[in-house]
Each structure stands twice: as structure tokens, then as C-alpha cells.
């Protein structure tokens, strides 16, 4: 039969296979155990499992040999029910096992995800004996990880006397697949500690930890670890560096790597369009793309999806649809659940709505991941209502939506308002049980924005495990819908569970301090920022100087300003509506002016702050003139803005001026308008305008209720309890009811608003 061998090494093709397997027949030479197996064997290899099958089935009392031989052929051909099939038949047969049999049985476990079906095979090593098998352990080792029994994997690990490279390798990468990164690297500590020759294959295990991790000190290190062992690198290697690096937002060592290569394939090139992606340099990783067909490199799908992303941070749609083109000619599919999010991504991220519709009809209708890229994205761009309905006819459709497609549509109905609809969707996500913690942030967010407080606390009190973005999303939603109290206390709850406080929590419980006016809480917030070493950031610190000038603390709010690195629009808007609340006209004046020159462009925000400033010191003309300014920057008056101006001049006695402008709105006026010019007519007894203000409310349906108590108010003072009693009819036939204000917190919550007394001491 030894004559025979060098015939199967030539048979490249199966009729070859089949010619030689003809020909042992006919010598009787193919039922020997010895034929058999080196059939089996090389049937598999060409793919057709089905003749390895049938060559076994003809041979009469197999050997264990020829059984693992079959099972190992099914793991090839990644049929691993079958091959844990044919493990039970061997049992039952009664065939003497040899440790040949388990590394092939235990591969076929991980492979097919069964765990007891492993342990069950892991029983039988040790009662067989082979537990001790270099072999044997490390497949063990394998299974156990692969299944992210890590406890099990490292129990496996330890019990092995002499532990070689691959076992090392094993359970690094184990601990690296799920996401155990910090363990990987005190396993890799470990493994330096026995001086053992390291290869290519376990530092690519190393440096995916490291990008995991994205500590810059910690990448170099390992990096330099590489090159003074003289670690034998290659271009995987070389591309997992670029990868560690560029997650370290070293782009600068990224690069260096980069041009160092000796061969750059597809791959490197890929890594680095990637990488250029990552740290936002789109335009250079779209150059390293040209660079890249320029020298004849072919790209594969991958390769088109990060550079169409690149077009996408550029809003470059004549580049994008070139490489759409290129994609298409090169014959690469769309059909599947890559290229068409990514593509739907650059069209609406250009404003091209209706190539999106084109790119959903081209990849097929049920390709979910592509309608809820394109759901996102008009969420992301404002377009809530848009959002909705995609979500509508996604439901039509009768695409199986997801817990993204859930939590995306819930933002959105929250934005909107729309609580029926976000209900709706709450029965369904319960319905269908997808209530994962992003459907549950995003519920939170809904039901606060919508005014149902009590849901949403409901729902974040039901969430067992709470991650920052829980609270962010309580916390936030809280603020939003005016409960400022609330949300502070469950800052306090944080603080007291010794909880990290994220910036967005920051953010937020300072916005509650500002809207409540209450300074104390405030400092307390700005003192534990510090403590906490959160770095300088534009949104904080521009809410500082908004919370420090409404709590009346002027001069910190000048020193947050100007301590900040950096000032948006925004932060100088905040400063110039202190200034205003300040009666510090002026300063705020100053303010505007030194923030033209700078080159910082005023929104409708600004005009707002610089109005309601000249409103409060009674500044007509200097009002009328900033008013007049905002066509000069492209901003067009809104209502608020009228509502300041007419404010302005009812409060200076110019109720007829006042009069005008609102005629002369280019829209309807609304309650704000009205009732500003109601209150002008009060303060300054113009009386003879009220019957025609009192006309023009009429036709306004609004929730807001202050101007019809005013109008009633007014109807007291000057003793015309008639018309205050119908006004009080109207409210009541509406069915309107006063609001009661804010106000301050009374005495007895106030005591939230200081440090807890818990910790005091522990955390000064």
C-alpha cells in the first residue's frame, strides 16, 4: 500500500480521486484500514464529505483511528452536529478510544456551542486518562474559551505542568475575544516572567488587548517589547500595530509603521484609510485610497466601505458616487448588510434623500440594518417626524425591527411629542420582549421630554443593572421637563453609592441648579468637577457661567469666561444674557461688539440675550437698533424676538409703537406677543387697547395661561368685575387652569440641596 501513497498526493482534482479509488477496488487494496483512512481523508479535503462518509460506511470494524479521522473530516467541513453524532455512534459501537479521537470531539463542541455536550467529553478525558495530553489541554482550553467559560479556561490552564507557546496563545486570545483585555495582559505579564521566545502569532493577541484598552503608555510598551525581543514580525503584525495605535489616537506612529512596511497588501492599505477615519482625517485617508489603485492594489468590500465613509465625513457626494461606480464595475454586491448602510450614510449624511429610497430598492427591501441607518440618520439631522415614518413603513413592510430600530423610533416620539405613538411602541418592545437597555434609555428620554415623569422614573427604577447612560438618561430627562429637584436628588443618590458621575450628569445637574436658582448646589458641583479631575470642557464651563450668572454670582461667571480655552458662540451668549439680568447693559454691549470682532458670528440665541438685556435697563433705541442688526447676520426675527422688542417698548410707555410692530409681523402673533403688550397696557393704564388685545387672544389656542390671569387681574384693578368674571368663564369653559409657579424650593426640600451628610468627611 506505501506505493500507493505518492498517487494521492497527485490527485488534484476529484475524478482523479474517483480513477484512484476505481483502481484500489479492483486490487482489493481499498479495504484495508490503512486505503480507507487515506480515502476518507483525501475526500474531505476536496470538499465531499458525502464519499468520506461512504468509504467509511463499506469498511467493515473500523478502527478509533479511522473514527477520528471521520470526525476530525466533519470539523473540517464545519459540520459539527455531525461529527458529535458520529462521537455518540463510536460510543455505542463499543470502539476502543485513543486520545487521537478528543482534540477533533472538542472542536467540534465549541464549534457547535454546546457546553454540556463538552463537559460531558471533558469527563470522559479524565476517566480515559488522556487528561494530561499537551494536545488534549490545549483543545480544552480552546473549547472553554471559545464558549467564554473563562473561569473553566483558566482552571484547564493552571492544572497543565508544562505549558507551551499555543497554550499561552490560547488563553490570551480567549480572554481577548470576550472582552477581558486587563487579563489578557497580566496573563502576557506572566508569560514574560518565563523569558519563553514569543512569536508573531501570540503578540497579535497582545496588541488587540492594547487596542482595546487605548492607553497610549501601555501600547508603546508593548511596542517596544516587540522590537528589542526581536519579535519576527510580518504584515498581520505590522496592521494590528497600526490598528493598536490608531485606537490610541497616535496617528503619528500609525503612520510611521505604515511607511516602514516592506510589503503593504490590501490589507495594510485598508488599515490605514481606517485609521485615518478614526482620528477624523478623511480627506487623507480618501488620498491613501488613490494612492492605493494608483499602484495597482486591488480593494476588496472592506476597503470601499471605509472610504466611502471617508466621503461621508467629507459630504464629498460627487467622490462618493465615483467610488459607488467603482464598486459596481469591480462586481461587488450590495445584497448584503455592509455597503448598504454605509451608502445610505453618505447620501443622507449629503442631503440626498432620495438616492437613500434608490440604494434600499437596489439591496432589498428587507434589509433591516439599512432602513434603520437610514432611521438614525434623520433622527441624528432633526428630521424627527421623517423618522417616524420610515418607522411606519418599516412595520408595513413587515420587517422584523429591532431593539435599534425600537430605541431610535422612542427618541424620536419624544422629540416630537408624540406620546401616543412612543406608547404604541412601548406595548410592542414589551410585546416582543425587546426591552434591552438602550429601548429603556431611550423610553426614559421619551417619557420625560413628553411631561410623564412618573413613567419614566417607573422604568429606570425597574432597570436592575444601571449603566452611566441610565442615569444620563434620567437625569437629563428630568432637567428637560422642568424637574429640576428630582433630577438633583438623584445626583445625590449617585454621590451617596459613590457612582462615577459622567460629564453629561455634570452637565446637567448644573442646568438644574441654574434653572431653580440655588448657588450653594451649584458650587457644590463646580468643587466635586474639580475634585473629580474632569478635564476642561466647552459645554460644562459655559454652563457654569450661565448657572453662576442666574444664581446673581456675576463675578465667577466672568471668571469661568474667562478661563475657558476655548469660547463658542454660546458661552458668549450666556455671558451677555448675565450681563442683561444684571441691569449691566453696557457690559453687555461690550460683550457683543468684542464678539463680532473676534470673527464669532451671533445667532438667534444672541439677538435674544442682547434684546431682553436692552429690555430690562430700558434701553428703546439701542433695542430697535440690535433688532434691525439680526438681518446683517443672516438670522431672521422669530417670534421670541418680536416678543422681546414689543416688550421693550410697552415697558417704555410705547404701546401704540408696540401696536405696530406686532401688525407688522410677518406671522400671526402669538400669546407671548400679546400678553407682553397686555402687560404694557397695565403698567402704563392704556386701558382703551384692552377690548381689542382681549380679540386678538381669542383667536390664539395655547396651554399657556398667563396672559388670560393677566387680562382677569387687570379687570379687577380698574373695577370692572363683569368683564373679569367672563374672562374667568372662558378659562373655565377651555378648560384652562392656572399654572402655579416654580417659585424657589420651599425650606424643607432645600436640605437636598446641600452635600450629603453621609460622606462629608470621606470625601472632602
Known sequence: MTRYMPLFRSCKTLRQLNQLHAHLSVTNLSNTAQASTKLIESYAQMGSIKSSTLVFETYQNPDSFMWGVLIKCHVWSHAFEEAILLYDKMLCNEAQITNFVFPSVLRACAGFGDMFIGAKVHGRIIKCGFDNDPFIETSLLGLYGELGCLTDARKVFDDIPVRDLVSWSSIISSYVDKGEANEALEMFRLLVNERVKLDWVIMLSVTEACSKLGILKLAKSIHGYIVRRRVDTCEALDNSLIEMYSSCDDLYSAERIFVN????????????????????????????????????????????????????????LREGKLIHCYALKKGMTFQDDCLGPVLIELYAGCGKLGYCEKVLLAIGERNVVSWNTLLSINARQGLFEEALVLFVQMQKRGLMLDFFSLSSAISACGNVGSLQLG???????????????????????????????????????????KSSVAWNSIISGFVQSGNSI?????????????????????????????????????????????????????????????????????????????????????????????????????????????????GIKPNHITFMNILSACSHSGSVEQGKFYFDLMRDFGVEPSSEHFACLVDLLSRAGDVNGAYKIINSMPFPADASVLGNLLNGCRIHQRMDMIPEIEKDLLKIRTSDTGHYSLLSNIYAEIGNWAARENTRGIMERSGYKKVPGKGNPSKFLMAMFEEPEVVKSSHQ
Open 261 to 316: 512596511m516592506a510589503n503593504k497588501t490590501f490589507i495594510s492599505w485598508t488599515s490605514m484609510i481606517y485609521c485615518y477615519n478614526r482620528s477624523g482625517w478623511f480627506k487623507e485617508a480618501f488620498e491613501i485610497f488613490v494612492k492605493m489603485l494608483e499602484l495597482k492594489v486591488e480593494p476588496n468590500v472592506i476597503t470601499i466601505m471605509g472610504v466611502l465613509k471617508s466621503c461621508s465625513g467629507l459630504s464629498w
Open 423 to 465: 406608547r404604541q411602541i412601548h406595548g410592542y418592545a414589551i410585546k416582543r420582549c425587546i426591552l434591552g437597555e438602550f429601548v429603556k434609555n431611550a423610553l426614559i428620554g421619551m417619557y420625560s421630554r413628553c411631561g410623564f415623569s412618573d413613567s419614566a422614573y417607573m422604568i429606570f427604577n425597574d432597570i436592575k443593572q
Open 486 to 598: 428630582e433630577a438633583i436628588h438623584l445626583v445625590d443618590q449617585m454621590y451617596l453609592n459613590c457612582l462615577k458621575i459622567t460629564d453629561v450628569v455634570f452637565l446637567s445637574a448644573i442646568q438644574a441648579c441654574a434653572d431653580m436658582v440655588c448657588l450653594e448646589k451649584g458650587k457644590w458641583l463646580h468643587h466635586k468637577l474639580i475634585m473629580y479631575g474632569v478635564e476642561k470642557d466647552l459645554y460644562i464651563e459655559t454652563a457654569l457661567t450661565d448657572m453662576y450668572a442666574k444664581c446673581g454670582d456675576l463675578r465667577t461667571a466672568e471668571g469661568v469666561f474667562h478661563s475657558m480655552s476655548e469660547k463658542s458662540v454660546v458661552s458668549w451668549s450666556a455671558m451677555i444674557s448675565g450681563y442683561g439680568m444684571h441691569g449691566r447693559i453696557d457690559a453687555a454691549i461690550t460683550f457683543f461688539n468684542q464678539m463680532v470682532e473676534l
